[in-house]
């Protein structure tokens, strides 16, 4: 009989012992003794101005504290919000207990959410913790700090001084100051640039030296040619499509190609195009689409790799021809806009 007791209680002290390995294997979380993080913003009012563009903001919270150690570093979420609206927006998602921006940065935020310029305005601060986001029993939200930010108009920007001509005809109502533009980067007499022709219509124009008609227009010499005589017949293009002009005003010679994009990248295993919808009010191409985390995209015309448009490098959102891939580091649904109607092609990657 002792040797079947021994034998029980040996069995008894292996489960007691695996028990033990266990639930130091898998701490149990008790919230009730979570210590909550804590805004520590040092400061609760800031007048943004142009001249501080560039300086830096920083939003500092104290570390939430867990009951138990051996977890996962807790993941951060920075949210604001108007003191009169009940939604938080996320500014910020990270691991460390600050999130430094620009008042650039910070000012574009504030204009977005349709904030008031030159006022002081009460933002509500937050931040919200978990340690992985299929685990509510972690979640724990800060107090709200309140701070006074008050924002600015940003200043016009330059006009370009690069020559350029305006591209006015049916398709938008034959007004040239709101036409597209093509350009002359070596001020050489060369222009280039896109041109969107929507279905329909007569898919005819001109060009113009100015955004009216006062001054030299030019319209049709014959094939390939152009005329500046006030009375010259309307130039045109075949039909709906994309068209790269190239016009040469001391040659009075003009010609166009047909490059209309798609969204290429592993998301269809750089094997396929995904047509993109033109934003008449934006005058952009825009495509929202479901990514997985580093997914890569890039944009190219006529189903082919002659001409392709990437990212420059340092990436400052403007395309060049062959440039690198745009690489989604987090996964979700975007919205990616293409704006073919700048002196540089750029780019747009909005999160939704």
């Not at 929507?198 to 001109?206: A, I, Q, R």
């Not at 039909?239 to 209309?260: C, I, K």
Request: proline fraction near 7%.
């Amino acid at each position: 009989m002792k040797k079947i007791k021994y034998l029980i209680l040996a069995v008894l002290g292996i489960g007691f012992l695996a028990s033990c390995e266990k639930d130091f294997d898998n701490p149990v979380l008790n919230v009730n003794n979570t210590k909550a993080p804590v805004m520590n913003m040092g400061f609760t009012e800031m007048v943004l101005d142009t001249s501080m563009a560039a300086d830096s903001i920083t939003f500092n919270w104290d570390a939430v504290e867990y009951d138990v150690t051996n977890t996962a570093a807790p993941t951060y979420r920075l949210q604001m919000k108007h003191a009169d609206s009940s939604e938080f927006i996320e500014l910020a998602s990270t691991i460390e207990t600050y999130y430094k921006t620009t008042v650039e940065d910070f000012n574009n935020v504030l204009l977005g959410e349709g904030f008031p310029t030159n006022e002081p305005l009460n933002i509500e601060l937050r931040v919200f913790t978990f340690i992985t986001p299929d685990a509510p029993s972690t979640e724990v939200y800060s107090q709200v700090s309140t701070v006074a930010f008050t924002a600015y108009d940003p200043p016009e920007p330059p006009p370009s001084s690069t020559p350029k001509l305006w591209v006015p005809g049916d398709y938008q109502g034959w007004s040239p100051a709101d036409a597209p533009n093509v350009y002359s980067p070596a001020d050489n007499g060369i222009y280039e640039g896109y041109v969107y022709f929507p279905p329909g219509g007569t898919f005819e124009f001109k060009f113009t030296s100015d955004p009216n008609w006062d001054n030299t227009n030019y319209g049709n010499g014959g094939d390939g040619v152009l005329d500046t005589d006030p009375g010259a017949g309307n130039l045109t293009v075949p039909g709906e499509g994309t068209y790269y002009f190239t016009v040469n005003v001391d040659e009075l010679t003009w010609s166009h190609e047909v490059r209309n994009f798609a969204l290429i990248g592993t998301f269809n295993d750089w094997s396929g195009d995904e047509p993109l919808t033109w934003d008449a009010d934006n005058q952009v191409f825009t495509i929202t689409m479901d990514f997985d985390a580093a997914a890569e995209f890039k944009w190219r015309a006529n189903g082919a790799w002659d001409i392709n448009l990437g990212i420059n490098d340092p990436d400052d959102g403007t395309l060049v021809q062959g440039g690198a891939n745009i690489v989604i580091e987090e996964a979700g649904n975007y919205t990616v806009n293409l704006n073919l109607y700048n002196e540089v092609p750029t780019y747009e990657l909005i999160k939704n």
